[in-house]
């Protein structure tokens, strides 16, 4: 018989993550890369093992992410909420504590798209009055 692998998907800002959840020993990786050589930051790092800390699943699963768009940190954000989201298809009683967490919710901000006849989404060209 198989292992049974859990498959979720995970959005921030516009990146994209696709994550599989496999028992094993608790390797990360991102991308074809350890996560350690994909994410450099420790924050990054952090981020992403924050719903297996929450848990107490850490080791428990390997995981392995396919990511694409925007930052590293926006791409930390939706592996981290793939890898809640996969929780939740593994155990349904997780669901509580990383709702509590609020790692189940697709963070919505997003970047405001500039404006025409505007430097930028917000700022404006300095008026000039003579």
Avoid: C
């Amino acid at each position: 018989m198989a292992e049974q692998a859990y498959h979720a998907v995970g959005k921030r800002k516009t990146a994209v993550a696709r994550v599989w959840l496999k028992p094993g020993q608790g390797l990360i990786t991102v991308n074809k890369k350890p996560v350690d050589e994909y994410f450099t930051r420790e924050a990054d790092r952090l981020l992403i093992k924050q719903p297996l800390e929450l848990t107490d699943m850490v080791g428990k699963y390997d995981i392995q992410a396919t990511v694409r768009g925007s930052g590293h940190t926006g791409q930390a954000g939706a592996i981290r909420h793939g890898i809640s989201r996969a929780l939740v298809d593994v155990n349904a009683d997780l669901r509580v504590p990383l709702k509590k967490a609020s790692l189940l919710t697709r963070d919505p901000r997003m970047k405001e798209r500039k404006k025409y006849g505007q430097p930028g989404a917000r700022a404006r060209y300095q008026y000039s009055k003579r």
